[in-house]
């Protein structure tokens, strides 16, 4: 089939590698413009960018996908399909109606449509997540789904570890769905969830919590965007991994205290021993080093 292949983030890379490598191999790749990024603020293309170069494949970078730009490049390629994966913008019509839009989604839709699929899942406690083909429609990742796969989430899965499985597990059904052209089933309303972008406050580690619901909010975020824990002198610390203990101390939550050499966050219940931390300024460390030039 005669596909153009629409991503931009890492976690498309390897959807793209895969499609490359079957009879779909895209005709044109549409990714995001670069951007500046970094301390230097240099100019950089998008994963997707780079991946299409090094596979020979036509590449565009239009400000928009709803640009004329684009219409004119799409409408070149004749694609009999056009496949996004992690691509980052809302797509508007005609475009909805102009070409079968194939998306894949790494969650089982209708539970966690949005932004933030995998991020939400681990938090959750979900012990299951999975990838989905989805017909692109006006709504938030609402349309008819051409098939699904489920994967267990591990108890030790980080977002990286999870989405790594995703990645595979969805380009193999995506090639599937390519080969066997299956009629989309419209998703039920029932069930439905949403998996909103990650905030700060996503971010911040809060000793009013469970120690159990934080160690799921630090696998949820290692190592792509990092939790971080507010310290007394109001530093901010990353935290990275981590592991749930038992209370041991008097301590009220919010401290951070010492066990066997180890610091440990004390929570509302149970506490939070932090295993990797990126304190500021400074690269990624155990606790226990951190500990050494911190002492308490």
């Not at 021993?273 to 606790?287: F, N, T």
């Amino acid at each position: 089939m005669r596909t153009v292949f629409l991503g931009t983030s890492w976690f498309a890379v390897a959807v793209l590698e895969r499609l490359a490598a079957s009879p779909h191999r895209p005709v044109l790749v549409v990714t995001r413009p670069d951007r500046p990024r970094g301390r230097g603020r240099r100019l950089t293309p998008p994963p997707v960018a780079q991946a299409a170069r090094s596979l020979a494949i036509e590449l565009a970078q239009p400000e928009s996908i709803n640009s004329s730009k684009a219409h004119q490049w799409l409408a070149a390629a004749q694609p009999e399909a056009v496949c996004v994966c992690a691509f980052g913008a809302l797509i508007k019509e005609p475009l909805l109606t102009q070409y079968p839009m194939l998306n894949l989604h790494p969650s089982l839709l209708p539970r966690w449509r949005g932004a933030a699929p995998i991020e939400r899942a681990i938090m959750a406690g979900d012990e299951a997540t999975g990838v989905s083909i989805m017909r692109v429609n006006a709504g938030l990742d609402s349309g008819p789904v051409y098939a699904q796969r489920t994967e267990p989430i591990r108890p030790e899965d980080t977002y990286g570890s999870l989405a790594e499985r995703l990645q595979v597990q969805g380009a193999e059904v995506l090639v599937e769905v390519l080969d066997e052209r299956p009629e989309p089933v419209d998703q039920p309303e029932e069930g439905a969830t949403y998996a909103d972008k990650i905030t700060a406050e996503d971010r911040r580690l809060d000793p009013m919590r469970l120690a159990a619901e934080l160690e799921r909010q630090v696998r949820a975020l290692a190592p792509h965007i990092g939790a971080y824990l507010e310290l007394g002198d109001g530093a901010r610390m990353g935290v990275l991994g981590a592991a749930v203990r038992d209370p041991e101390g008097p301590e009220a939550p919010g401290a951070v205290a010492v066990r066997d050499g180890r610091p440990v966050l004390v929570c509302r219940q149970g506490e939070l021993e932090l295993v990797s931390v990126k304190p500021a300024g400074r690269g990624l460390m155990s606790g226990e080093d951190w500990l050494r030039g911190h002492p308490m």
